[in-house]
């Protein structure tokens, strides 16, 4: 079936550097991909999405950017603080799945202070 | 944070025993989602409902069921044909359920249900 692969599973940064994640993904029709952060005991919420027809969407300290023909996107976090601190989900679009969002396994990332 | 509510937060069930997890929402969304979290993975979804009256089975259906008679309200029972009941089940709404691909837009979830099997 179709999925999502996210890495790594684990990141540690120090503050104030920047922080990375990749998904890659299977469906080459998928056309939608957000982003997730889940704080330790909370709920994910939504922190920046992208369409496929945009290659890259900057947000204040966050972006990220998607390359379709390599089918994967990237989280880009830049002069990490500690409330960054949280695991993040990526996600796609499966179009041939009824449009169910297929969710990457997750990142926990760690600011180092 | 408010708007989508799931009660208990705890729950502990005997084997051989349902359970229905509440949802609730009053957001006016059209589409509501029941996803399973266990350690180190993502997202699974169960059921999801585009509107009332109607819903789908997702990737991990079997054990589960679903009811959408009000669009505020999507309860889910976890039946004793589920092997593995034990995670945290997490709810989600999203305004949109039908036309234009209802996954475009923002799922906001609830604070989860931890589930436990004893």
């Known amino acids: 079936g179709e999925n999502v692969e996210q890495h790594p599973s684990t990141l540690s940064v120090q503050e104030g550097d920047s922080a990375v994640i990749k998904c890659t993904y299977s469906d080459s029709a998928s056309n939608y991909f957000p982003w997730y952060k889940q704080e330790l005991g909370k709920r994910p919420q939504l922190i920046i999405d992208?369409?496929?027809n945009v290659g890259e969407k900057k947000d204040q300290r966050i972006a990220v950017t998607l390359n379709k023909t390599a089918k994967h996107f990237s989280l880009h976090i830049t002069e990490t603080q500690p409330e960054d601190s949280a695991v993040y989900f990526c996600?796609?679009?499966?179009?041939?799945?009824?449009?169910?969002?297929?969710w990457g396994a997750g990142t926990k990332l760690i600011i180092k202070p | 944070d408010g708007g989508i509510t799931q009660s208990p937060k705890y729950l502990f069930r005997k084997e051989g025993q349902n359970v229905t997890l509440s949802c609730e929402q009053n957001?006016?969304?059209?589409?509501m989602y029941w996803y399973r979290q266990d350690p180190g993975q993502g997202l699974r979804l169960i059921y999801y409902?585009?509107?009332?009256?109607?819903?789908q089975k997702g990737d991990i259906a079997e054990g589960y069921s679903v009811s959408r008679e009000k669009k505020e309200s999507f309860p889910l029972t976890v039946t004793s044909a589920q092997k593995n009941p034990t995670a945290f089940y997490l709810c989600?709404?999203?305004?949109?359920?039908?036309?234009?691909?209802?996954?475009?837009?923002?799922?906001?979830f609830g604070p989860g249900t931890r589930l436990t099997v004893l």
């Open positions: 409902s585009q509107i009332v009256n109607d819903f």
């Open positions: 992208i369409r496929s």
């Open positions: 989600a709404s999203s305004i949109s359920g039908l036309a234009g691909g209802f996954s475009y837009n923002e799922q906001f």
């Open positions: 957001l006016n969304h059209d589409a």
């Open positions: 996600a796609a679009l499966m179009t041939d799945s009824n449009y169910q969002l297929i």
